[in-house]
């Protein structure tokens, strides 16, 4: 058994934030209150001065297992979860081979079982990711697919969207978009504004996220299937993300920490570091997701943790370096930093932002911090301040502008099914 001491427990699905203690026995959180501290205990973990709330769940995870391994592999993606405090992480299909069949399925699912926390895989819509012709979506979810996305291509044909669509409505599982629409886009990865202009390119404009954003959305308050927009970056998407809503659409959101941290000039400092699909956008874009997070148009934040070799991202010119930057270990820092310190969001809407909402849109049994429940949690102090470094970085690839950056709010202990399986060398000292 363990016991948790003078912990502010966190409870988004209750609204709870108050100190107290939790035992946490047999993987489930045995009781909450006030406990004396005695010999019955294994480990008793003093959190006077910590938060403690449910264990972050991560929508949007590239572990590149199997295929591109020299880049992460599932031991090293998973490392990575849990020095940022998370328990649950969803992984993308863009593996080489792509997840389209059941043997990749569940090899992602057995590799994720030796890592201490849930790694679940998302199965591809096309086969291939070609955007042709629909995978095997019954066979896939029975070999334990979560949800079905072509993450990292978007699916420009219509017809084929919404036949996903409905079959995702039949099966009741999620369909996650990349929403880029090509034909706008003269290179990918820097916006289409001041910073591309200085690098002499035309880049990529608002309006190829915007107009498939419009498409899908629609689609989705037709078909009622249960749509997340992913990496959302754009104002204009945003506010077509709250109509959805507003109109009865089963629409969701997800946003990286980078596009509610960085605005395009970060292209013009970090070069390839800051180079991502999409891009970063303007300061405007910024404050506008920012309200979007404020008001609920955003459901939930994902890191996008999307890992390269450092050979790859030194390639010249920056437009032609790969696209993507690692997140997992500095996600809940970001969001505390950026969100919480300014008022943006009280403690309780950022749980509810990077657990309880993930943990619905995959029907997941988590999110909360209550008697009964699974203990998966994470254990931060909001209040450490802390400067990033190589370091602090368990990936296998270190690809991140956020090298330097002080931040607020560390992980003291990730704690997943009852085990800790992460504890801060500081805490431990």
Not at 103 to 109: A, D, G, K, P, S
Not at 269 to 277: F, P, R, Y
Not at 298 to 311: L, N, R
Request: aromatic letters at 4%; hydrophobic letters at 40%.
């Amino acid at each position: 058994m363990i016991l948790i001491k003078n912990g502010r427990v966190i409870d988004p699905a209750k609204g709870t934030d108050d100190v107290m203690d939790m035992v946490i026995d047999g993987g489930k959180i045995k009781a909450m209150g006030h406990y004396p501290e005695n010999g019955e205990y294994e480990t008793v973990i003093d959190a006077s001065g910590l938060t403690v709330g449910p264990g972050l769940i991560d929508v949007h995870v590239h572990f590149r297992d199997p295929g591109l391994t020299y880049k992460e592999d599932i031991g090293t993606g998973a490392a990575a979860a849990k020095k940022g405090g998370f328990t649950t992480v969803v992984t993308m299909a863009n593996t080489k081979p792509p997840v389209d069949s059941e043997e990749t399925v569940r090899y992602v699912l057995e590799e994720g079982k030796k890592t201490g926390i849930h790694v679940l895989p998302a199965a591809c819509v096309s086969v291939g990711m070609k955007g042709q012709e629909l995978t095997d979506m019954d066979a896939l979810k029975a070999a334990g697919a979560v949800g079905f996305t072509d993450d990292g291509i978007p699916l420009m044909d219509q017809k084929l969207v919404r036949q996903a669509m409905l079959k995702a409505k039949e099966l009741d599982v999620p369909l996650s978009f990349h929403e880029e629409d090509p034909a706008f886009i003269s290179e990918n990865g820097i916006h289409a504004g001041e910073a591309a202009k200085a690098l002499g390119i035309q880049g990529s404009p608002a309006l190829a996220e915007d107009a498939l954003v419009a498409r899908d959305c629609m689609l989705a308050l037709h078909t009622g299937a249960s749509v997340n927009i992913q990496h959302i970056s754009s104002a204009n998407s945003v506010r077509m993300v709250k109509l959805a809503k507003e109109l009865g659409a089963d629409v969701t959101a997800e946003v990286t920490p980078h596009h509610f941290t960085l605005t395009e000039s970060a292209v013009l400092e970090h070069g390839a570091m800051a180079k991502m699909n999409p891009p970063l956008r303007t300061e405007k874009d910024r404050l506008g997701i920012i309200e979007g997070i404020r008001d609920g148009s955003i459901d939930m934040i994902a890191t996008d943790h999307a890992p390269h070799s450092a050979e790859e991202k030194a390639v010249e010119p920056v437009w032609k370096a790969p696209s993507g930057i690692i997140g997992l270990e500095t996600a809940l820092a970001l969001a505390v930093t950026n969100l919480v310190k300014p008022g943006h969001l009280t403690m309780v809407q950022l749980m509810e932002k990077m657990s309880l909402n993930p943990a619905k849109l995959y029907r997941f049994d988590k999110g909360s911090v209550a008697e009964g429940a699974d203990a998966d949690l994470v254990i931060f102090d909001e209040n450490e301040r802390w400067t990033v470094t190589e370091d602090d970085i368990a990936s296998k690839s270190h690809n991140t502008p956020f090298i330097g950056a002080e931040l607020y709010g560390r992980v003291k202990y990730t704690i997943c099914g009852g085990r800790i399986v992460y504890e801060d060398k500081k805490t431990q000292a």
